[in-house]
Nanobody, 116 residues
Framework: QVQMVESGGGLVQAGGSLRLACAGS????????IGWFRQAPGKERSFVAA????????TYADSATGRFAISRDNGKKTVYLQMNSLKPEDTAVYYC?????????WGQGTQVTVSS
């Protein structure tokens, strides 16, 4: 089993940056694909970015491409989401997700608020 704990959220002005962290536990953390998702008030949870277990492959939603960067440190069992050029529409609760076959785990989320 893997447990995920997000951190790094907060209030930032438009154009600013934040780096989110997702700390995992469990010995098989490096074997999971890790994704970041977000959910704004009144909206469904949506995909932001994902990274393969090796870290060699990344994928992004169109809204994140060019502004966000996902990375991982398997030694620290942590996945990061560097968010630059933030916009008010990036305001949401950000969740990390660990996926391996039928195994699927979510963190509790961290709030990101971008003021205009």
């Amino acid at each position: 089993q893997v447990q995920m704990v997000e951190s790094g959220g907060g209030l930032v002005q438009a154009g600013g940056s934040l780096r989110l962290a997702c700390a995992g536990s469990g010995r098989d953390f490096s074997r999971y694909v890790i994704g970041w998702f977000r959910q704004a008030p009144g909206k469904e949870r949506s995909f932001v970015a994902a990274i393969s277990y090796s870290g060699l492959t990344t994928t992004y939603a169109d809204s994140a491409t060019g502004r966000f960067a996902i990375s991982r440190d398997n030694g620290k069992k942590t996945v990061y989401l560097q968010m630059n050029s933030l916009k008010p529409e990036d305001t949401a609760v950000y969740y990390c997700n660990a996926l391996r076959g039928v195994l699927n785990y979510w963190g509790q989320g961290t709030q990101v608020t971008v003021s205009s």
